[in-house]
């Protein structure tokens, strides 16, 4: 709607998924939650399975523009739109997501992490539609965290989005992943800071280490929200931020 408005839409022809039934629904079984692409991000912070298990998202869907964007926008279009400002793509990224994608010649299930090739272009062939989005469990003693910078608490798109999701195991950071938006063409991993985490200790996390290895995860640029010397910076403060919080738990 944004793009049509501008009149910057090719299209003058639209589809309404919204009554699929096939494309509704939060499921729960023993191993994920999954969502059908056409969750609200009212959906998730209504459902006390995503509370329990995924609170990273419960925070991205509060994030996301207000509560008239939060009761009409599903997290499928969210992914489908291939914002690297978006809320949610940090968080499904730090908790290793996958994608069932449908068409007429069957269903494939990928990982979320590639499925975004590169500014705007997707693994999502023409006649194909993000039908659920499928989650896996944290299982364990586990950290999450959630942070979005912008200008303002609603309707501000991220200039900084960083979602972390780690699991301890005697003291020791046994898996790691962090999501970042709006520093990269794509919602991105930081591959290289998480090397540095995975397998620390709590007591002894290597912060800094960790804080300048971001930058080779990160191509922040300079646009109408932010530049990319503040972005860059920003992403390491809430890293820094994060690790302590993780460090303390
Ligand atoms: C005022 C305003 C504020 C906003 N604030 C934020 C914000 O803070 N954070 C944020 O992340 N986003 C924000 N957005 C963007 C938008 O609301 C979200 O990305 C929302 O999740 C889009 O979902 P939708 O169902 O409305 O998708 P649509 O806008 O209907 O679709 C978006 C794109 O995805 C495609 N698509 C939708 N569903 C599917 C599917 N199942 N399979 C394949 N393709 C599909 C559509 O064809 C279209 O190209 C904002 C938008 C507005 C207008």
Same mark, same amino acid.
């Given at each position: 709607?944004?793009?049509?408005?501008?009149?910057?839409?090719?299209?003058?022809?639209?589809?309404?998924?919204?009554?699929?039934?096939?494309?509704?629904?939060?499921?729960?079984?023993?191993?994920?939650?999954?969502?059908?692409?056409?969750?609200?991000?009212?959906?998730?912070?209504?459902?006390?399975?995503?509370?329990?298990?995924?609170?990273?998202?419960?925070?991205?869907?509060?994030?996301?523009?207000?509560?008239?964007?939060?009761?009409?926008?599903?997290?499928?279009?969210?992914?489908?739109?291939?914002?690297?400002?978006?809320?949610?793509?940090?968080?499904?990224?730090?908790?290793?997501?996958?994608?069932?994608?449908?068409?007429?010649?069957?269903?494939?299930?990928?990982?979320?992490?590639?499925?975004?090739?590169?500014?705007?272009?997707?693994?999502?062939?023409?006649?194909?539609?993000?039908?659920?989005?499928?989650?896996?469990?944290?299982?364990?003693?586990?950290?999450?965290?959630?942070?979005?910078?912008?200008?303002?608490?609603?309707?501000?798109?991220?200039?900084?989005?960083?979602?972390?999701?780690?699991?301890?195991?005697?003291?020791?950071?046994?898996?790691?992943?962090?999501?970042?938006?709006?520093?990269?063409?794509?919602?991105?991993?930081? $591959?290289?800071?998480?090397?540095?985490?995975?397998?620390?200790?709590? $007591?002894?996390?290597?912060?800094?280490?960790?804080?300048?290895?971001?930058?080779?995860?990160?191509?922040?640029?300079?646009?109408? $929200?932010?530049?990319?010397?503040?972005?860059?910076?920003?992403?390491?403060?809430?890293?820094?931020?994060?690790?302590?919080?993780?460090?303390?738990?």
């Amino acid at each position: 709607m944004v793009v049509f408005n501008a009149g910057r839409s090719p299209f003058d022809r639209f589809l309404d998924l919204s009554r699929l039934s096939e494309l509704q629904g939060i499921e729960e079984d023993a191993t994920h939650v999954s969502f059908g692409a056409l969750t609200t991000f009212r959906d998730m912070e209504d459902c006390p399975a995503v509370h329990r298990h995924l609170p990273n998202l419960v925070k991205s869907a509060r994030a996301t523009g207000a509560l008239a964007i939060q009761n009409r926008g599903t997290l499928g279009g969210n992914i489908a739109n291939a914002s690297p400002a978006a809320d949610t793509p940090p968080s499904l990224l730090a908790y290793g997501a996958e994608l069932e994608l449908v068409s007429s010649r069957g269903r494939r299930r990928v990982a979320y992490e590639g499925f975004h090739r590169g500014y705007k272009q997707m693994d999502l062939a023409p006649d194909e539609l993000v039908a659920r989005i499928l989650v896996p469990k944290p299982q364990g003693l586990g950290f999450h965290f959630f942070r979005k910078v912008g200008t303002r608490q609603a309707q501000a798109i991220s200039k900084v989005c960083l979602a972390a999701y780690a699991r301890i195991e005697a003291g020791v950071v046994a898996e790691f992943r962090v999501g970042l938006g709006s520093v990269a063409p794509v919602p991105a991993r930081a $591959r290289h800071a998480e090397a540095i985490i995975q397998g620390a200790a709590l $007591r002894a996390l290597p912060v800094e280490a960790a804080c300048t290895e971001l930058l080779k995860d990160i191509s922040p640029i300079d646009d109408i $929200r932010s530049t990319a010397q503040y972005r860059a910076r920003v992403a390491q403060n809430v890293l820094r931020q994060m690790l302590g919080e993780l460090a303390a738990v």
